[in-house]
T-cell receptor, first 113, second 110 residues
Framework: DTAVSQTPKYLVTQMGNDKSIKCEQN?????MYWYKQDSKKFLKIMFS???????INETVPNRFSPKSPDKAHLNLHINSLELGDSAVYFC????????????FGSGTQLSVL | EDQVTQSPEALRLQEGESSSLNCSYT??????LFWYRQDPGKGPEFLFT???AGEEKEKERLKATLTKKESFLHITAPKPEDSATYLC???????????FGTGTQLKVEL
């Protein structure tokens, strides 16, 4: 049983398209996150949700919109994709008192052509 | 702004050759220093949390230590299966926010 699963694993698309990445966790955690990892392996937080409520929204373009239908799911929708959006996107979850102990999904490699 | 810096960027070791990875941090109100391991094509996997200067944690061939300005991940007699990217991250609270370093890519050869 995969604890944090995200789909798709690979996403190749053209500039200007709209795409979504889905994430689900079966750990019973209340907090979920989206992280972006660039080509230099730098991992940066984009959003965090606690029990469906947005907690952290780093300086991310408005084209990125997270949606949490319930506390086990956090999806990421990206409008008008740009070349610079190419990266690996990771979903993660933690307990409220996890203090930074995150459980990550296996990532979605997004390539914008 | 919170900053976490790791060195070296890449490290090549022979099997059995012990070494240390460095993580220096400049953050406001450190609440925990985390180490993660990341294998190619996978998400980071939690290894350790250190909360206060002087604290040490061990797991198999890995030992993590913490001072007021940096953390070290010591690898004793590494094996090829220890090859991975090791990430450190500073937790400063405020919505469970982790600031990651750029990692050290470790390769252990036979």
């Amino acid at each position: 049983d995969t604890a944090v699963s995200q789909t798709p694993k690979y996403l190749v698309t053209q500039m200007g398209n709209d795409k979504s990445i889905k994430c689900e966790q079966n750990l019973g955690h209340d907090t979920m996150y989206w992280y972006k990892q660039d080509s230099k392996k730098f991992l940066k937080i984009m959003f965090s949700y606690n029990n469906k409520e947005l907690i952290i929204n780093e300086t991310v373009p408005n084209r990125f919109s997270p949606k949490s239908p319930d506390k086990a799911h956090l999806n990421l929708h990206i409008n008008s994709l740009e070349l610079g959006d190419s990266a690996v996107y990771f979903c993660a979850s933690s307990q409220d008192d996890g203090g930074g102990k995150l459980f990550f999904g296996s990532g979605t490699q997004l390539s914008v052509l | 702004e919170d900053q976490v810096t790791q060195s070296p960027e890449a490290l090549r070791l022979q099997e059995g050759e012990s070494s240390s990875l460095n993580c220096s941090y400049t953050v406001s109100g450190l609440r925990g220093l985390f180490w993660y391991r990341q294998d190619p094509g996978k998400g980071p996997e939690f290894l350790f949390t250190l909360y206060s200067a002087g604290e040490e944690k061990e797991k198999e061939r890995l030992k993590a230590t913490l001072t007021k300005k940096e953390s070290f991940l010591h690898i004793t007699a590494p094996k090829p299966e220890d090859s991975a990217t090791y990430l450190c991250a500073a937790f400063t609270g405020g919505g469970n926010k982790l600031t990651f370093g750029t990692g050290t890519q470790l390769k252990v050869e036979l």
